[in-house]
């Protein structure tokens, strides 16, 4: 049998709280190993028992998106999901660029939360679908070019990315390749350059976006259209 999935749950609502921790408890390879209601509360238990999975409400009153920086920064390998009732872009795109796995509304359904936690320890990345949308129509918008036809990536440049997308580090894709990690970090700054993207998500968002419109639409299966898994990226 599979070790379960330590899961921490940070919200200073206690009605919400327990309700999201009795759910994960009671859900089958999923074990709960704390639950707090403030950002400090969310670094001590990340410091002390680095849970697997962690969601975080962004709004706690002394402040959850430095807790979410803080646990990103200094723990890397709690995965955090941020449960939240804020739809603001500008909480997204820097949840998104902090290093955070997952972002979901707190209006979402019992079931989309466990998925997410499933999910986001299982190496993918999840954000409701409604925000996933959103975030791919910003990144649809055409961005400077360096030059005419900057936008096709070299065959080394698109095995790097797909790396990245099954959530590798520099360092581990680094050694995969037989490459220094300062040439996996290069080709990084280019990848984002020529998808016109700020970080190394918005890479894997767009790299799947592309594969996606090249695709012929009889490979698409439309059977789950419920999420928008993408694989994890931790900033290097």
Excluded: W
């Excluded at 995969?176 to 350059?193: A, D, F, P, S």
């Amino acid at each position: 049998m599979s070790d379960p999935i330590r899961t921490a749950v940070i919200d200073d609502h206690p009605l919400f709280r327990e309700g999201v921790a009795k759910l994960l408890a009671r859900t089958p390879g999923v074990e709960i190993v704390a639950d707090g209601s403030t950002a400090i509360d969310a670094v001590n238990i990340a410091q002390r028992l680095l849970p697997d999975v962690m969601l975080l409400d962004l709004n706690l009153p002394d402040d959850g998106a430095g807790a979410a920086s803080t646990i990103a920064r200094e723990y890397p390998a709690v995965r955090l999901i941020i449960l939240t009732a804020s739809e603001c872009d500008g909480d997204v795109a820097t949840m998104l660029q902090l290093g955070v796995h997952g972002y979901v509304l707190k209006g979402c359904t019992g079931q989309e939360i466990v998925r997410a936690v499933q999910r986001v320890y299982g190496g993918e990345f999840y954000v409701t679908p409604s925000l996933a949308a959103r975030v791919l129509t910003q990144m649809s918008t055409p961005a400077p070019k360096v030059d005419e036809g900057s936008e096709e990536l070299s065959s080394r440049e698109e095995i790097i990315l797909a790396q990245v997308s099954k959530g590798l580090t520099n360092k581990e894709i680094a050694r995969g390749l037989n490459l220094r990690e300062k040439t996996v970090k290069h080709y990084m700054t280019n990848i984002m350059q020529k998808l016109g993207v700020r970080n190394r998500l918005e890479a894997v968002l767009m790299g799947q976006k592309r594969q996606r419109s090249s695709r012929p639409l009889s490979h698409i299966n439309s059977s789950d259209s419920s999420a928008y898994p993408m694989k994890s990226t931790l900033p290097q």
